[in-house]
């Protein structure tokens, strides 16, 4: 069975200063690691994707993610954030031989000027 | 950006109403997806379709249907739309490839008030 838990449902940061969106996951198989953001009344857009290959994955936008499998974490980072990175995050998990997304709850991220 | 349209964007109907929300993407995708996203709450995939004439019901029991009769477009289907209906549908297809890494595209997705 896979799962995933985004820690925190809302984050706050001042603009410059680094972003930290935290994500655990459960997974029977070595699993594919999906990072995506939702701007208002948009769909959602690829930020990045981890699929076994290097753990520190880099996605648009200055966003980046490490895979940890001691951990069962997939936690994204921005070493600075911009009023543009205001949005909703979802952690996305997807097994072997599975067409299936398990997505998180969401993080909603807030940027303060 | 991706190239997968839906259609409308909003919609405000009555209860027991016939709707039809609309997906269409132009990539060429053989994998297409229907996702029920409620405020604060995770995705749900409802239905499925893997190519032409093959569809599947997803994870969420849903009272819609689907159809897949050509490969650029999804349809979706309530017969009968009730207040427990209201939510925001989105749709998804996916590039070929190895199933568990495919990168799914989302369209904007249609919010639907059932009143």
């Known amino acids: 069975a896979q799962s995933v838990t985004q820690l925190d449902s809302h984050v706050s940061v001042s603009e410059g200063t680094p972003v930290l969106l935290r994500c655990n996951y459960s997974s029977s198989y070595s699993p594919s690691l999906f990072w995506y953001v939702q701007h208002p009344n948009k769909g959602l857009q690829l930020l990045l994707k981890y699929t076994s290959a290097a753990t520190l994955v880099k996605g648009i936008n200055g966003f980046e993610a490490e895979f940890k499998k001691s951990e069962t974490s997939f936690h994204l980072t921005k070493p600075s954030a911009h009023m543009s990175d205001a949005a909703e995050y979802f952690c996305v998990v997807s097994g072997s031989g599975t067409y299936k997304y398990i997505f998180g709850t969401g993080t909603r991220l807030k940027v303060l000027a | 950006e991706a190239d997968i349209y839906q259609t409308p964007r909003y919609l405000v109907i009555g209860t027991g109403k016939k709707i039809t929300l609309e997906c269409s993407q132009t990539?060429?995708?053989?994998?297409m997806y229907w996702y029920q996203q409620d405020p604060g709450m995770e995705l749900h995939l409802i239905h499925y379709s893997y190519g032409v004439n093959s569809t599947e019901k997803g994870d969420l029991s849903s009272e819609s249907t689907v159809s897949r009769i050509r490969t650029e477009h999804f349809p979706l289907t309530l017969e009968s739309a009730r207040p427990s209906h209201t939510s925001q549908y989105l749709c998804?297809?996916?590039?070929?490839?190895?199933?568990?890494?495919?990168?799914?595209?989302f369209g904007p997705g249609t919010r639907l008030t059932v009143l």
């Open positions: 998804a297809s996916s590039e070929p490839g190895t199933t568990s890494t495919d990168t799914q595209y």
């Open positions: 990539m060429g995708h053989d994998k």
